[in-house]
């Protein structure tokens, strides 16, 4: 008896793992299930067997039952994966040639870097490297080497942003003058674009964060009438032919004399409108000969070096450029507003 029960239970084990490796369709799995487990199936037509299995050898019966069963389960369910498995694929598979094709969008450069190229562009033509300095910069580098007095108010926590240790996020490229005159012997000729922070409340010509390009210029014999030139020659550069510039005296403490660079109006032409304020002339950078203190604190003799640098905002040139009314838009990731440049 028990043998011939054994027996049974492997025929319907194995005709039904047959039977479900050809299923094609849940059609086909869902008639193995009913010929085999089910209510009319082989294996449950077994049971009544059971009852005639002699005592001793009901335990291994019993338990090749159960195996039988769970196998034809398992198989069933892997079955039903298998088949659904590939129904999803065909049909991601499936091409509709009636589509119009999917065009690839190209981006375009951000107009803040793109403006950073275009100055970098313009200034190595003239000569000068680009250098690059970190944005977290310590006290010594960002103030006190360039000249900043103790009580000077950029220094104040509530213009600039300090970490716990002392250090900051830099409120100027002008660090990097100090970094690079550090590493390196005169003469020395670089522009330096990046990103500064300040804790400004933004409007439409305020960010906490914004770009600078920062010049430096040490030589012998540097003048004033060279840093002049220098930037009247990149004010015709970036804005067109018939820019001129002018300087008016300013305070900077990395710089004396300093100055206040503004270039003629680009939208009127220096008639007067609303951006120039009716002035004519329109306020674009600071700048002046390098300070010998500023030389003194990175070992550079001012006696034999002398030097000019500049520093101007990224944001306020490419607003001037493309006639941008909100410092914001840059920062917002609108597609809209970056697609047009
Ligand atoms: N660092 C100044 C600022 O953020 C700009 C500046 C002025 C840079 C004069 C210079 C300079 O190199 O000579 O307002």
Redesign the pocket.
């Known amino acids: 008896m028990l043998n011939e029960l054994l027996e049974k239970l492997k025929e319907i084990t194995s005709s039904a793992t047959e039977a479900l490796a050809a299923a094609t369709t849940e059609a086909d799995v869902e008639n193995v299930k009913n010929k085999t487990i089910g209510r009319n199936g082989s294996l449950t037509a077994l049971a009544p067997m059971m009852g005639k299995i002699a005592k001793e050898d009901k335990p291994v019966a019993g338990k090749a039952f159960n195996e039988a069963k769970t196998t034809i389960q398992n198989q069933l369910e892997e079955a039903r994966e298998r088949l659904a498995d590939a129904s999803g694929a065909s049909a991601a598979e499936a091409i509709d040639v009636t589509l119009p094709g999917r065009k690839w969008r190209i981006g375009t450069k951000h107009p803040v870097n793109q403006t950073i190229d275009e100055c970098c562009a313009i200034f190595r033509r003239m000569g000068f490297v680009v250098a690059a300095g970190p944005e977290i910069e310590t006290v010594h580098n960002c103030f006190d080497a360039l000249n900043a007095p103790a009580d000077h108010p950029s220094r104040d926590p509530k213009d600039t942003f300090y970490f716990d240790d002392g250090r900051l996020l830099r409120?100027?490229?002008?660090t990097v003058?100090i970094r690079t005159m550090l590493a390196n012997k005169p003469p020395i000729r670089i522009v330096s674009p990046g990103r500064?922070y300040r804790r400004d409340t933004p409007d439409a010509t305020h960010g906490v964060h914004f770009h600078?390009i920062?010049?430096?210029y040490v030589d012998r014999n540097v003048s004033l009438a060279d840093l002049k030139n220098t930037l009247e020659a990149f004010a015709e550069e970036f804005f067109g032919k018939g820019v001129t510039i002018r300087m008016r005296p300013h305070f900077?403490p990395?710089?004396e004399p300093?100055a206040e660079c503004d270039f003629s109006c680009v939208m009127c032409g220096g008639k007067g409108c609303r951006v120039c304020k009716n002035s004519g002339w329109l306020e674009i950078?600071?700048?002046?000969m390098?300070n010998p203190n500023v030389l003194r604190n990175v070992g550079i003799n001012p006696d034999e070096w002398q030097g000019?640098?500049?520093?101007?905002g990224i944001e306020r040139l490419t607003m001037l450029k493309h006639r941008i009314g909100d410092l914001r838009l840059f920062s917002d990731n609108d597609l809209r507003f970056l697609k047009q440049f």
């Open positions: 409120t100027q490229t002008s003058q500064c600078q920062e010049g430096l900077f990395f710089t300093s950078l600071g700048c002046g390098v000019f640098a500049f520093g101007m």
